[in-house]
RNA sequence: GGGAGUAUAGCUCAGUUGGUUUAGAGCAUCUGCCUUACAAGCAGAGGGUCAUAGGUUCGACUCCUAUUACUCCCACCA
């Protein structure tokens, strides 16, 4: 065999191995007569960037996709990117300003030839970085959510719904993101703690000189827009304002004080002013009492004509003002501090502004119970089940889902308009042309305007597991009826309501048929601190600087090695170096098999045996394997391969067949060692696809395209594997007389006499002698009846073990020892016995377990009789 | 305000329906080793009243109740 670096650099092979993979196409799937097992990508934001977060997620799927594909699967991965409206559009919006371009003055064509054209130029960077970490996507089938099909089927979809009475457009108080100038929804907000201020403002009476009302905001700038002041009826403070008019502060406006049992009277003055336009509450309050609602704000934050002085300032800057100059002019009674929660907007983080507007939505409460159902049914499994109770409290209690946002990027809502503001929805203009005929004959198709919005984004990824099959636009084609449902999603528990409900309800929908079968949630990736990976702290690291330097594969085993399903991830980089360091040590195990030369000379005892355990030792491995995979124990799983092949093939197997210096290995054993070797590889290929792959193909000459990914995962023989239990104890007694050498100063080399006292274990030694005798480098191993002269006892289980030393024994320092052993066990035992004196437990415990207990006193009644057999001796 | 989850070694987590020697692993720490695959390593070692207080039971890390702490989700109190 070649000469082999002694360092693993995957820089070297992870190239190469990922080239030759595409090159030979093995990611592509095409349905045949296997069983399908499909994944389809949560699609990344199409202008995005590989975080910490797609890093976790999508080593998870490549590891299930890998290792369905060994179990013969048709695995079909999915990749792809989603148009994510409001991120591009911003992004594109900003990159036009750079260059001195003002999207106002674009039109809508122009704005979107520059979009594509830098989706064309720039997007689906994410996608390449996929490959960097060893995803085994279906490259071929690549989708974007904006593509012609794509899209059609998200048409499709909305005049399906409109034509069964699920989509209405009506004027709604909607959440309104100021900076992106588009309504979104309520999932897109997000509520944030804020510390901000309680401002108790003076409403004047408007036909007394003097008196005045208190009431208490923390939004004074909407004071312009205030058309009521409203107090509980029950209230007696206020039981003489009845019919009472007051002026707003500064605005001088005359408005009524109402009264509404919605006033809670001990929050604040127990006074509430009442804007209807900007507050969901009051809006309702203003419907109830029919007031007059006053818009005070711009669409983008500013303040409109009514905002008088102070129009055009931003809400904020008004805001300042506003108190400053109700403080000179004596209307501000106090502020005070005051925490309250503030919504923000998921996309831009600028606070949201209630808005009154035109807006298209969607009604839940229909699709929502069929999807609730199939997930508290267990047709859909959740992993871990405890995201089931946070699915149920939201399908439970949907709100209708505003779908229309006001950008120019995304699908746009196929509505057109008649010159007299009536509507047809149709799949085409040409359609809709039909459509509008039959309301005004001598319409001419010019005439027809079709609405400027784009629908939610959301409102094609909730369709991705069909149409990435094209299964909306022909719903019997070959593709959709072999890979849907697909097998399993991905994805983070934040996504639960904007993502994973709504597919399961557009499945259950559009085909009658559940999108997946498995959901597993990820956790969060943390930093050390437990904080959130962000920009803006600038804690995240970056993955593809990681891949560099750690391997893809050893970045993918430190993402997976404490990431249990939804357990929130604390990253380190102690975690990806430590999967480097695994890649090295299988490296080396190589390195040390490459180095043997093979004869046909007799098989050791100790070989033998050495094989024979492992194999059984794989099949319990092989087991737990699949046990963990089915349970989607990965994290679990990778750790039980990592100590598998650290601590039992390369610390104990490799070390007990390892021939002397120079000297050849026997056939037999070096055979079964390659193929042992190749199955270790086939065990962990999912997680570390790279590695594995070009260690295979040194093991055994191969043609370059023979994959590791292409054969078949071992499957244990499930029979007994009694040696698997034996060899704990060989362990233990090795392990005892390593540990004995290492307190004494004795050198590893220095060969040491060994003597056993007999007892029932004697059969098992004896097997294992050879193994014994090579590991803990002793001569031989002596059968006596009693300890001898000049050694040192150790006790494994209730085998005495004598080694003799020639330097002088310190006494003292063996009796303190061997004291507290003594002490040790008579406390066990007294627990012991008190479990056995004690009727009721012999009596109600089961046999097997009180004849354990039994077993436990003998054992610890033969240690401590030989300790106080030691200790006498010592003592003479 | 409502709901869910978590609490085990310095850190991150296992601990399957209560009973396999008064708790396991990885990382970190300490000791000794550059032993001819690997110092990205080898051989060992130390380290835990299983959050607190009760209860059920012959027996509790495991089940129940309360308390505390943290995390997450939901909700229109200005």
């Not at 502060?249 to 408005?255: F, G, H, K, L, T």
């Not at 009051?282 to 818009?295: A, E, F, M, R, V």
């Not at 057999?869 to 003479?876: C, D, G, I, K, Y």
Request: proline share 5%; charged share 30%.
């Amino acid at each position: 065999m070649q000469e082999l670096e002694s360092k693993y650099i995957a820089k070297n092979i992870e190239k190469k191995w990922y080239d030759r993979w595409l090159s030979k196409n093995v990611f592509h799937s095409l349905p045949d007569e296997r069983t399908p097992y499909t994944i389809v990508i949560p699609p990344p934001n199409v202008t995005g960037v590989l975080h910490m977060g797609h890093m976790l997620n999508e080593t998870i799927q490549d590891v299930l996709c890998r290792k369905e594909r060994m179990n013969g699967k048709n695995v079909c991965w999915v990749p792809g990117t989603d148009h994510a409206s409001i991120a591009t559009e911003a992004k594109v919006v900003n990159l036009l300003k750079e260059k001195g371009i003002n999207k106002a003055d674009l039109s809508r064509e122009e704005f979107l030839k520059y979009a594509w054209q830098w989706k064309e130029e720039k997007g689906g960077i994410i996608l390449q970085q996929l490959k960097e970490l060893g995803c085994s996507c279906d490259w071929d089938r690549t989708k974007f959510t904006m593509d012609e099909d794509m899209s059609q089927a998200v048409i499709k979809v909305f005049c399906d719904l409109y034509d069964k009475g699920l989509i209405y457009r009506g004027v709604r108080m909607v959440n309104w993101d100021p900076k992106a100038q588009t309504a979104v929804s309520d999932e897109e907000v997000i509520y944030k703690d804020q510390h901000s201020k309680l401002y108790y403002l003076r409403y004047r009476f408007a036909d007394e000189k003097d008196g005045y009302v208190v009431v208490a905001t923390t939004r004074p700038e909407t004071i312009m827009g205030d058309t009521a002041v409203c107090v509980n009826p029950k209230d007696e403070r206020f039981a003489s304002l009845k019919g009472k008019k007051l002026i707003v502060p500064i605005v001088n406006r005359e408005v009524p004080v109402i009264f509404d049992e919605y006033v809670d009277m001990t929050f604040g003055t127990g006074a509430l002013k009442i804007t209807p336009a900007h507050d969901i509450n009051d809006y309702n309050i203003g419907i109830k009492h029919k007031l007059n609602s006053i818009n005070i704000f711009n669409d983008n934050g500013t303040l409109n004509d009514n905002g008088l002085a102070y129009k055009g300032m931003d809400r904020f800057d008004c805001r300042k003002k506003i108190v400053e100059d109700l403080q000179s002019a004596d209307l501000i009674e106090k502020i005070e501090d005051y925490d309250n929660k503030i919504g923000l907007s998921e996309r831009t983080s600028v606070p949201i502004e209630p808005k009154l507007s035109m807006q298209w939505f969607c009604k839940m409460k229909q699709m929502a119970e069929p999807a609730l159902k199939a997930v508290e049914s267990g047709q859909i499994k959740f992993h871990p089940e405890k995201f089931i109770n946070t699915y149920r409290h939201w399908m439970e209690d949907t709100k209708d889902w505003c779908i229309s946002r006001q950008l120019w990027w995304g699908h746009r809502i196929p509505a057109y308009y008649l010159p007299n503001n009536e509507y047809v929805v149709a799949l085409s203009l040409e359609q809709a042309f039909e459509k509008a005929k039959q309301i005004m004959p001598d319409i001419k198709i010019e005439d027809l305007r079709q609405d400027e919005d784009v629908l939610d984004t959301w409102f094609s990824s909730w369709l991705w597991p069909m149409s990435c099959f094209n299964g909306i636009n022909e719903p019997e084609n070959e593709e959709i009826k072999y890979y849907y449902p697909t097998s399993d999603l991905i994805t983070g528990p934040d996504i639960i309501f904007f993502w994973v409900a709504r597919m399961i309800m557009a499945g259950l929908e559009f085909r009658k048929e559940i999108p997946f079968k498995n959901v597993y949630f990820t956790g969060i990736v943390r930093d050390k601190l437990g904080r959130k990976m962000s920009k803006t702290l600038g804690n995240s690291p970056d993955p593809l600087l990681l891949i560099d330097k750690y391997g893809a594969d050893g970045v993918r085993m430190g993402m997976l090695m404490c990431s249990p399903a939804g357990n929130d991830l604390p990253f380190d980089e102690a975690y990806p170096e430590q999967g480097r360091n695994f890649s090295n040590k299988i490296w080396n195990a190589l390195r040390l098999i490459s180095g043997w030369t093979e004869e046909e000379t007799e098989q050791p005892e100790s070989s033998k045996l050495a094989v024979e355990w492992f194999k059984e030792r794989m099949n319990v491995m092989l087991e737990q394997i699949e046990d963990d995979f089915s349970k989607y124990r990965l994290s679990e799983c990778l750790k039980n391969i990592y100590s598998f092949i650290w601590d039992d093939f390369c610390s104990w197997f490799l070390e007990i067949i390892k021939p002397e210096y120079q000297k050849p290995i026997d056939k037999k054993t070096y055979r079964e060692t390659i193929s042992v070797f190749e199955d270790l590889m086939k065990i962990l290929q999912p997680f570390m696809p790279f590695v594995t792959e070009e260690i295979y193909h040194k093991l055994r000459e191969r043609p370059e395209d023979e994959f590791l990914m292409n054969a078949c995962y071992p499957k244990s023989s499930k029979k007994e594997n009694p040696m698997d239990g034996e060899f704990v104890f060989i362990k233990e007694i090795i392990t005892s007389i390593r540990g004995l050498r290492n307190s004494k100063g004795l050198s590893p080399k220095q060969v040491l006499q060994c003597y056993i006292k007999e007892s029932g274990s004697k059969d098992l030694i004896l097997k294992y002698e050879s193994i014994i005798t090579k590991l803990a480098n002793i001569d031989r191993i002596n059968f006596v009846s009693d300890k001898q002269e000049g050694t040192l006892s150790l006790m494994v289980r209730t085998t005495e073990i004598f080694i003799p030393v020639s330097q002088n024994i310190n006494k003292e320092e063996e009796i303190k020892k061997i004291n507290e052993q003594i002490k040790y066990y008579e406390g066990f035992i007294v627990s012991i016995n008190k479990k056995l004196s004690n009727e009721k437990f012999v009596n109600n415990a089961p046999e097997k377990v009180v004849a354990l207990e039994r077993k436990k006193l003998a054992d610890c009644e033969t240690k401590l009789n030989a300790l106080k057999q030691e200790l006498a001796s010592l003592q003479n």
